[in-house]
């Protein structure tokens, strides 16, 4: 134990010069250290364990001689308890450390997640409904939050005013925010609870979506009313007219037209080829699978693509007014409505599976891969590995006998 020194007051201590260790007194070991610059701090010489050891204890005079002196004793107090006080400062030092290490809101860690996956998902318009539902409904509420800090509660704030109104928008908006926590896990910002996730956690708090949601079937033109629309489309001038006459025969969805380029069109197999995937942007993700898909084309629709214009610069069947760039995806809903039809673009592909069932003898199968829906479950899939290629070149002559009249 230190030599206990005079005790010195304020005004002596402020008095103190020269270079080295002053002892003050009032508690055993306890100086003003001056260095060579003339900063002074407070030091306390003390025994720990058999060893000797000096502890800071703040600057002169930011930290008073009282306060020096009430810091000194609290870690003399340890000592004798066995405490090293200099190892327990350090510690709370990385612990603080560690903490800030973790001080990453909501906000940064979603933004963080987009940047890095964005390129992972099918297209532009996947990533824009990341993050517009995450601003829109979740970061009013969590986004300035630590991530660490997010609860159940926090969760159930967001989703309960439009679990029941935006059913499908509360859904994808709960997994996206689960994603987000469980990154946040991963990465060490916060514990292994995520209070978005569903079974077991949500799934006692909110009816599940398929109980509330309302399910709404695009408008479809009636089987027996296909061939009359057919006829009065084909008396329409006009690029969007070929077009939705080129979707009705071959019964595919509205973004394959309007990204249909003559490359993919075989002449002597009288064959279109989707690919899964091409291109950048909005028309990265051709296939709603992401899988390449054969479109058998029937004579009618051979027809119709050698009437088409070839447009210099454009490799497009279908290029709208602006140079170069796909129709839009309302063109072909707003020549329905003027058309007074009684369906949309989409509804076409409801009609021909109709049509299927109550008109041919075709296998279900047959319809499936016509429309490019997977058939079955993984392991039937796994072993109707055939696209059923020359029973749909059959499927597709008839529905386009049907419909041409």
């Avoid at 695009?218 to 489309?233: E, Y």
């Avoid at 949309?344 to 296998?363: I, K, L, Y």
């Avoid at 072993?383 to 002559?397: Q, T, V």
Wanted: hydrophobic residues 40%; glycine residues 8%.
């Amino acid at each position: 134990m230190p030599k206990k020194a005079i005790e010195l007051g304020p005004l002596a201590v402020s008095r103190l010069a020269g270079q080295g260790f002053h002892a003050v007194g009032g508690v055993a070991g306890l100086g003003l250290q001056i260095v060579p610059s003339g900063a002074k701090s407070w030091v306390l010489r003390v025994t720990v364990g058999g060893k000797r050891r000096k502890m800071g204890l703040g600057g002169y005079p930011d930290v008073t001689l009282a306060n020096a002196r009430i810091a000194a004793r609290d870690a003399m107090d340890k000592v004798r308890k066995g405490v090293d006080p200099i190892d327990e400062g350090r510690a709370a030092r990385r612990a603080l450390v560690a903490s800030r290490a973790k001080e990453v809101t909501f906000k940064q860690c979603a933004e963080r997640y987009i940047e890095v996956h964005k390129g992972s998902w099918k297209n532009e318009k996947h990533e824009a409904q990341w993050s517009s539902t995450l601003e829109k409904y979740a970061f009013p509420v969590i986004g300035d939050l630590w991530v660490r800090e997010v609860s159940l509660e926090h969760v159930k704030q967001i989703l309960e005013p439009i679990w029941k109104t935006k059913t499908e928008t509360a859904k994808r908006l709960r997994g996206r925010i689960e994603v987000v926590l469980d990154s946040a896990i991963t990465q060490g910002f916060r514990d292994s609870y995520n209070p978005a996730r569903w079974v077991g956690n949500l799934n006692t708090i909110f009816p599940a979506p398929t109980k509330i949601k309302k399910v709404t079937h695009f408008r479809a033109v009636p089987v027996k009313d296909v061939p009359a629309f057919f006829a009065a489309l084909r008396s329409k001038e006009g690029v969007t007219a070929r077009a939705l006459e080129f979707l009705i025969l071959t019964n595919v969805r509205s973004h394959n037209v309007r990204h249909a380029s003559w490359s993919e069109i075989d002449w002597e197999t009288k064959t279109w080829a989707i690919p899964g995937e091409d291109g950048a942007g909005e028309s990265k993700q051709r296939m709603k699978t992401g899988k390449a898909h054969r479109v058998p084309l029937s004579e009618p629709a051979l027809e119709l693509l050698k009437s088409l214009p070839r447009i210099d610069g454009s490799d497009l069947l279908f290029p709208s007014p602006r140079k170069g760039a796909p129709l839009s995806d309302m063109a072909m809903n707003k020549l329905m409505r003027d058309m007074e039809a009684s369906g949309v673009p989409h509804g076409f592909r409801s009609s021909f599976r109709d049509w299927a069932a109550e008109h041919t003898n075709f296998s279900r199968e047959v319809t499936e891969k016509a429309m490019a829906h997977q058939v079955g479950d993984r392991v039937e899939s796994s072993y109707l590995r055939s696209d059923l290629f020359a029973k749909r070149r059959k499927l597709m002559a008839r529905w386009a006998d049907f419909i041409v009249g």
